[in-house]
């Protein structure tokens, strides 16, 4: 992850987590979408935003949000292997999870030249590869 992301993200969390706090659950949320946008590139931010979000709609008993985190957590494991993230998507259950989305101005910068497929092509060898040396470990 790219230090300038990575301490974007940071930034993001720690205001949400703050107004979570406060229990200012409305701009936590909007907070941790920002983070989402950021974040949903990699694997643990991409977790931990959903994580997050999910704490809010159990907190505001929305059991939309609820049941739509449930299923967005479960989803990154193979949103992460195979690019499965449309950019600028916001991760809340309103919106839907395949929908790309405008980035805002301020962080579109952070994420310039940001490309999935790009990747999609680094991890898919990587994964295959594990899973190779998984297999031939118990089957040969």
């Known amino acids: 992850m790219k230090t300038a992301i990575q301490t974007a993200f940071g930034h993001e969390m720690s205001l949400a987590k703050e107004a979570y706090s406060r229990d200012q659950l409305d701009e936590a949320f909007h907070l941790l979408e920002r983070a989402h946008i950021l974040g949903q ?40 292997l ?34 999935v497929w790009t990747d999609v092509t680094l991890r898919v060898p990587i994964w295959a590869a594990i899973s190779v040396f998984i297999w031939l470990g118990l089957f040969a």
Do not use: C
């Open 41 to 80: 590139r990699y694997f643990t931010t991409h977790f931990i935003s959903h994580w997050w979000m999910l704490k809010v709609g159990i907190r505001k008993t929305d059991w939309r949000e609820i049941r739509g985190q449930v299923l967005r957590i479960i989803a990154v494991i193979p949103g992460y």
């Open 82 to 115: 195979f690019g499965w993230v449309p950019k600028g998507n916001t991760g809340g259950a309103g919106v839907s999870a395949l929908k790309p989305m405008p980035i805002p101005d301020d962080l579109a910068t952070l994420l310039k030249g940001y490309n």
